[in-house]
């Protein structure tokens, strides 16, 4: 293994972000296919935000869906959250996952409320950029961590109110938010 040099930042590794929301979407990794708000849905992908899909998605080999699942996250949600930049990898465990589950909006919404609470000079503009990152890395990442669980439980609440959601889906996105990206 080479040296690591000191110009050569410590980055969340995507494909460990991407096993963290997989594991919280699909525990066993069975490529199941089950049916929720979404529609049709594997490995978290949802049939209604992912149209594009052909329809073969929900009916091929788990590897082949577990591929083309891994390869929508990078593309979807990792690049637009900035997950590379992240240096904290539980952090930009966090923040994809927020955005799986919630949209790269949201996600970026409250990664940026959550730094700009701990002190950070950011645009909460729902928009996660170079910026934004710079914000996110440079707070205290456990204290960063606390406020994403606590912004993420308020999110489901309202989520919960809004779309008279039941008493079982609000426990799991409870539970599923405090989660401290590890």
Not at 16 to 27: H, T
Not at 63 to 77: F, P, R, V
Not at 98 to 123: F, S
Request: charged share 20%; with cysteine.
């Amino acid at each position: 293994m080479a040296p690591r040099l000191e110009s050569e930042a410590r980055v969340a590794d995507l494909n460990k972000a991407i096993l963290y929301v997989l594991r919280n979407e699909d525990r066993t990794m069975s490529g199941k296919v089950t049916t929720d708000r979404g529609g049709k849905t594997r490995f978290g992908i949802a049939q209604k935000y992912h149209p594009e899909l052909d329809p073969s998605f929900y009916t091929c080999t788990n590897l082949a869906a577990l591929g083309e699942a891994q390869q929508i996250y990078k593309t979807a949600y990792c690049a637009p959250l900035f997950i590379a930049g992240i240096t904290s990898q539980p952090i930009g465990n966090k923040v994809l996952d927020v955005g799986v589950n919630c949209g790269v909006g949201i996600a970026a919404e409250m990664a940026q409320t959550a730094a700009k609470n701990l002190g950070a000079v950011v645009t909460v503009d729902e928009k996660m950029g170079a910026d934004s990152v710079v914000a996110v890395n440079k707070v205290d990442q456990n204290k960063l961590m606390g406020q994403m669980i606590v912004l993420s439980q308020i999110h489901y609440r309202q989520v919960a109110i809004r779309d008279h959601a039941s008493i079982d889906e609000l426990a799991d996105w409870l539970t599923r938010a405090g989660k401290p990206g590890i």
